[in-house]
């Protein structure tokens, strides 16, 4: 099975930024989609972002303009920079492939 692992998340104060990292076992060529999902306490997970192998990009509406996916297809890796954050992006942070998610990382905007 396909192995996706995060890391990079942490604490952060309001408007500071962080970079999320996710490394896959095999190549992300062999999936159309790979995605960031985010799930906050008490909530349903919900899309953050996603990149097509064509390179179509996707944000919900609450990280537009501030978030920025990219992928590194020599590396199997995929990015979440993200810029201007907010208490209300608080969450654990999923990689996705279409198939399955990894473990997460916790990213908590507090000051």
């Not at 306490?41 to 972002?49: C, M």
């Not at 919900?60 to 920025?68: I, L, P, Q």
Request: glycine fraction near 10%; charge should be positive; hydrophobic fraction near 35%.
């Amino acid at each position: 099975q396909v192995q996706l692992v995060e890391s990079g998340g942490g604490l952060v104060q309001p408007g500071g930024s962080l970079t999320l990292s996710c490394v896959t076992s095999e190549s992300i060529f062999k999936f159309y989609v790979m995605a960031w999902l985010r799930q906050a306490p008490g909530k349903q997970r919900e899309l953050v972002a996603h990149i097509t192998r064509d390179g179509v990009i996707n944000y919900a509406d609450s990280v537009k303009g501030r978030f920025t996916i990219s992928r590194d297809n020599a590396k199997n890796t995929i990015y979440l920079q993200m810029n201007s954050l907010k208490s209300e992006d608080t969450a654990v942070y999923f990689c996705d492939n279409g198939i399955r998610s990894g473990q997460g990382t916790q990213v908590t905007v507090s000051s």
